[in-house]
């Protein structure tokens, strides 16, 4: 059974800070990953999406990195900035016929002015 | 504007009403799901259904009952609510695909029974 960690749990930094989330998951049978952020009160906006045959993918000051065999990818904000405030949560998508994505519990980041 | 959206955005209902959600998709997706957000900001995933068939139906009660009328619109209709039953519902979508297709999130319908 798929599960997903996210650590830490909550991140407080001051802003201009570089800071890595992480994310790990039990089994690399995996076609995707995504990376999403919530803002209190409000929906899922997604970030990212690094498909299992890719290594990283880049937006803006934003990087997220997957190693499937060793079930880890990491969120790398850098220059982070008070609008960064919100919930992070990582997801995989599972490679079978049910197109779940389970979600890890996320990690809640405060960037202080 | 394309996007999964979703109504109402907030429900206040009392115990043991009937009450529906509903939600459509303009992004041409195959797939749809509804998942429940609960008070310690957990998602999971309650059901799925892909060309308007169900596919998933987590261990959900049979209260919960799932409708999807054609590929852009999945609607959940929940009886006999219970206090348990408050949290943030959210639908998404996506392409059945694989690798390259992540999902999309409706704004979520916060639902409170009192």
């Known amino acids: 059974k798929q599960e997903v960690t996210q650590i830490p749990a909550a991140l407080s930094v001051p802003e201009g800070e570089n800071l890595v989330l992480n994310c790990s998951f039990t089994?690399?049978?995996?076609?995707?990953l995504q990376w999403f952020r919530q803002d209190p009160g409000k929906g899922l906006t997604s970030l990212l999406l690094i498909q299992s045959s890719q290594r990283e993918q880049t937006s803006g000051r934003l990087n997220a990195s997957l190693d499937k065999s060793s079930g880890r990818s990491t969120l790398y904000i850098a220059a982070s900035q008070p609008g960064d405030s919100a919930t992070y949560l990582c997801a995989v998508r599972l490679q079978d016929s049910s197109y779940k994505l389970i979600f890890g519990s996320g990690t809640r980041l405060l960037v202080r002015p | 504007d394309t996007a999964v959206s979703q109504t109402p955005k907030y429900l206040v209902t009392q115990m043991g009403n009937d009450k529906s959600i509903k939600c459509e998709q303009n992004l041409g997706h195959d797939t749809m799901y509804w998942y429940k957000q609960d008070s310690k900001k957990f998602l999971k995933i309650m059901f799925s259904y892909n060309n308007k068939e169900l596919i998933i139906n987590e261990t959900v009660p049979n209260r919960f009952s799932p409708k999807s009328p054609d590929k852009a619109h999945l609607n959940l209709h929940i009886n006999s609510l219970e206090l348990g039953d408050s949290a943030v519902y959210f639908c998404?979508?996506?392409?059945?695909?694989?690798?390259?297709?992540?999902?999309?999130f409706g704004s979520g319908t916060r639902l409170t029974v009192v």
């Open positions: 998404a979508s996506s392409h059945s695909g694989g690798i390259s297709y992540g999902y999309t």
């Open positions: 089994d690399s049978a995996i076609y995707n």
